[in-house]
């Protein structure tokens, strides 16, 4: 089938029975992890469908069992604050995008994601993933905070207490808390994936589109206020962690990071809250 667009790190098509656009991360060889071209590629098929409300839903899932590593994880200790810094910004804006398009937004999380993609898969109206999946906001293992918006949208999109327990530990998220919080919507055997990706889209195509579009509307202006706000924090706070440049110290033949240690941080964290700069625009 011809591919809608020819994008270098995403795969699309269309499906007519369902009016549903596939959108696949396509970095295989980097475990689909988010670098800034696959951010502008996402930007810029995110932008095109703003205007295709004849298109009932939109499907992301990954070219491998793992949906996204998130990270390059293999070359962090070289990526500069300034790279990472556009990264989580342009990242913020695409999850906002995706929690205001006029189409349902499915992802597919397969057999896992972490840091950076858990974080992207907060802008979907629906997750689905493997029943032995392991997801996890683990950016602090890396030296990093979940910087795109994880901490406050996290924490709004789930109980407080699932995130608070999720985000400090790092550690993967087991099948029935990814369920009783929400967060995973379904689970999936080896041999049922194709039949629940079919349930979901021919469920989409039964409902009213007007009504489906202005209640997903409704749903994410009720949320509006507290996103932005919580956005402009998260902000804040990334600034002031990044100041140890810890993301630094995990390097792959490194077994124990050289992590800064928190006595030392004080001052140089107060410093940052102060001198904190404006917080980024998030308008669709």
Same mark, same amino acid.
């Given at each position: 089938?011809?591919?809608?667009?020819?994008?270098?790190?995403?795969?699309?098509?269309l499906e007519k029975t369902t009016r549903t656009l596939f959108v696949t991360l396509n970095r295989p060889d980097w475990?689909?992890?988010?670098r800034l071209e696959m951010l502008f590629e996402l930007e810029s098929l995110l932008a095109w469908c703003t205007a295709r409300v004849e298109i009932n839903s939109i499907f992301i899932d990954s070219s491998s069992g793992v949906f996204s590593t998130g990270l390059e994880l293999d070359s962090l200790s070289s990526v500069t604050r300034g790279q990472l810094d556009k990264i989580n910004m342009k990242?913020?804006? &695409?999850?906002? $995008?995706?929690?205001?398009?006029?189409?349902? +937004?499915?992802?597919?999380?397969?057999? *896992?994601?972490? @840091?950076?993609?858990?974080?992207?898969?907060?802008?979907?109206d629906l997750r689905i993933c493997s029943a032995d999946a392991k997801i996890s906001f683990?950016?602090?293992v890396y030296g990093?905070?979940?910087?795109?918006?994880?901490?406050?949208?996290l924490s709004?999109?789930?109980?407080p207490a699932f995130a608070r327990s999720w985000i400090l530990t790092g550690a993967? &998220?087991?099948? $029935?808390?990814?369920?009783?919080?929400?967060? +995973?919507t379904q689970t999936y055997?080896? *041999?049922?994936? @194709?039949?629940?990706?079919?349930t979901i889209l021919d469920q989409i195509t039964k409902v009213a589109p007007v009504q489906r579009i202005q209640a997903k509307l409704g749903l994410f202006e009720g949320l509006r206020s507290q996103l932005e706000a919580g956005i402009v924090m998260d902000r804040k706070i990334a600034k002031a962690s990044m100041t140890s440049e810890d993301w630094r110290s995990k390097k792959p033949e490194t077994k124990e990071p050289d992590f800064m240690p928190a006595k030392s941080m004080s001052y140089a964290v107060k410093l940052s809250l102060i001198k904190n700069d404006e917080g980024p625009t998030l308008e669709h």
């Open positions: 089938m011809q591919p809608l667009f020819n994008y270098t790190t995403l795969s699309t098509r475990n689909n992890a988010f990242l913020q804006k &695409i999850i906002f $995008s995706l929690m205001q398009l006029p189409q349902t +937004v499915i992802m597919d999380l397969g057999s *896992g994601c972490e @840091t950076l993609a858990s974080e992207f898969a907060l802008g979907a683990n950016h602090n990093l905070v979940p910087a795109a918006g994880g901490m406050s949208m709004t999109l789930v109980s993967p &998220i087991n099948r $029935s808390a990814l369920i009783e919080s929400g967060f +995973v055997e080896t *041999g049922t994936r @194709t039949e629940v990706i079919k």
